[in-house]
């Protein structure tokens, strides 16, 4: 288990950390250890542990601020690569309304910084707790918009080669909830282009969101935001409560009763809950409406319930999906 963390300092890291509990570095609260954790906060520190990780022939997730990930209470047998403060930041340009944002930035921070520019379409971002990189990814979005929209480009680490390259957002191939990107490229910068809009406008625009968010989201609980994507015309949240799911619970993870597409854990959770009450509601939405919802949440690791299957970090132990 510390063989992977010794090669990681080995390569000249300073960030490492052997048998880290995912549980604390997870929204949902839940999971077991890492073989390690590395932190970077440069690009050519990035490179060095693709090339260490290639070497060691041992798989490697890139997580951000734990949300949207599901970790077994077994663990995982990998490495997790964090994105660090280095890696963070935005220039934003009121002139031109050019912004470009480190992989790492918080969305909710990056939405107050193009806000306070004057310029409009990003204020969904303030109740998404991701990063921009994963925002990338999964082409993140609220409130009928999503990163797509205003996405010029993103400069990419390939984990499989270690290269460094700059990708057009129309070759992403954006689409609700996806992206073209690879399972072992990680997004280090975003380029972006936004429209001008009133300042008053746009600052009461942010604070509706916060508002709402506030009243129709439990941001009080641990969760994972969103556990399901929306099927083609409905909403997943409004098909799990006509199941009449809301309050559903097994161990120490329930639906929430403000939105159904939301599982909430307590103290004693394991992941193994959170799995099996998400097979749960799936089976009761399908019988009820016919309808198979698609999760959004990314399992890492081995899970008890043999439905819930295993999910690995990507083929040839590259990174999977950046959250």
Known sequence: MRGIAEALRAAGLEQVEAEVDLA?????????????????????????????????????????????????????????????????????????????????????????????????????????????????????GAHGRDIAADLVAVDVVRFATGGVVRVAAADLRLGYRTSALAPDDVVVRAHLRFEHGPIDGLRQELANIRDWRRTHQPINEPSCGSVFTNPAGSSAGALIEQAGLKGARIGGAAVSTLHANFIVTRPGASADDVARLIEHVRARVLEASGIALEPEVVRLGVFDDPDVGVVTSGPEGGPGRRT
């Open 24 to 140: 604390d570095r997870t929204t949902l609260r839940v999971g077991g250890p890492a073989a390690a954790m590395v932190t970077v906060d440069t690009i050519e520190d990035l490179v060095a542990v693709a090339s260490v990780v290639r070497a060691a022939t041992v798989p490697a997730v890139v997580i951000g601020r734990g949300s949207n990930l599901l970790v077994s209470d077994r663990g995982w047998p990998g490495v997790v690569v964090r994105l660090g403060r280095g890696l963070r930041g935005a220039q934003v340009s009121a002139d031109s309304g050019e912004v470009i944002a480190g992989g790492a930035e918080p969305l909710p921070t990056l939405a107050v910084s193009v806000t306070e520019a004057g310029l409009a379409g990003f204020a969904w971002a303030i109740g998404v707790p991701g990063t921009v990189g994963g925002a990338v990814r999964m082409n993140a």
